[in-house]
């Protein structure tokens, strides 16, 4: 029960990672906000765990400021952020349309931002607060993912500049980088590439130490240790989750 009488907001937790990390969190005592750009897949996760759904777009600095303080006004607090709404638009350069680029990059980069820049008044005042903010191995680059690899960079870049500012007042800030984890997007890269599912799960894992592709859970007990007292002395850092090196 590490998160107990702590309030948790999750971004994109209506589905893969975030949704692991809504249950385990909840789990483990938390009050949890379940954010997603549809109520639907949010009321999902958030109902069985007796969560709150709110519908949210990321990139709308209305509706966040709305989700932070009713996450504040229903649920007491705001004591954890994990920012996990993103997609991807996936294209080589000279393929890559303006709008591949925008979207991608408001999303993640802006949504994360206005995410963080929302949540840290409540942490702010009371003198505590996690932010983990979901990056990726495509930060180190990979093809066909310019938009998502610079977006996936730049939240690593964003985590260390608010380590720095926010430590003052106890709030730690980190990003998780996962490797290949089954997910909805990963299915819809396979679909993109005109591969079979089973298949590019299977040559993923060959080219991972452990042998095995990730879950939403392996990263979601990341995520629960880097928002516990367990790491409190850990900030502005990126751990690499990923099978291995």
């Given at each position: 029960m590490r998160f107990d009488g702590r309030v948790a907001l999750i971004t994109g937790g209506?589905?893969?990672?975030?949704?692991?990390?809504?249950?385990?969190?909840a789990r483990e005592g938390a009050k949890v906000a379940v954010s997603d750009l549809d109520v639907g897949p949010a009321q999902e996760v958030a109902g069985p765990i007796g969560g709150l759904a709110v519908a949210c777009d990321v990139?709308?600095?209305?509706?966040?400021?709305?989700?932070?303080?009713?996450?504040?006004?229903?649920l007491g607090r705001l004591d954890i952020l994990v920012t996990c709404a993103g997609?991807?638009?996936?294209?080589?350069?000279?393929?890559m349309t303006d709008e591949d680029w925008d979207l991608?990059?408001?999303t993640h980069l802006k949504g994360t931002f206005m995410s963080a820049r929302a949540a840290q008044k409540p942490m702010v005042g009371q003198k505590y607060g996690k932010m983990v903010f979901l990056s990726s191995t495509s930060a180190l680059g990979n093809r066909g993912q310019t938009n998502y690899s610079t977006a996936k960079a730049g939240l690593q870049g964003?985590?260390?500049?608010?380590?720095?500012?926010?430590?003052?007042?106890?709030?730690?800030?980190?990003?998780?980088?996962?490797?290949f984890v089954?997910?909805?997007?990963?299915?819809?890269?396979?679909?993109?590439?005109?591969?079979?599912?089973?298949?590019?799960?299977?040559?993923?894992?060959?080219?991972?130490?452990?042998?095995?592709?990730?879950?939403?859970?392996?990263?979601?007990s990341v995520i629960a240790?880097?928002?516990?007292d367990d790491s409190s002395f850990v900030s502005g850092q990126t751990l690499y989750v990923r099978g291995g090196p």
């Open positions: 209506g589905r893969g990672i975030g949704a692991a990390t809504a249950e385990l969190f990139t709308s600095r209305d509706q966040v400021e709305a989700l932070v303080e009713r996450t504040v006004s229903e997609l991807i638009r996936d294209n080589l350069l000279f393929k991608v990059i408001d964003m985590a260390r500049t608010l380590a720095i500012e926010l430590g003052p007042y106890n709030v730690n800030v980190n990003t998780v980088a996962p490797g089954e997910t909805r997007m990963t299915r819809q890269t396979a679909e993109r590439m005109g591969i079979d599912f089973d298949a590019f799960k299977q040559g993923a894992a060959l080219q991972t130490p452990l042998r095995r592709v990730g879950q939403p859970e392996d990263i979601a240790f880097l928002c516990s």
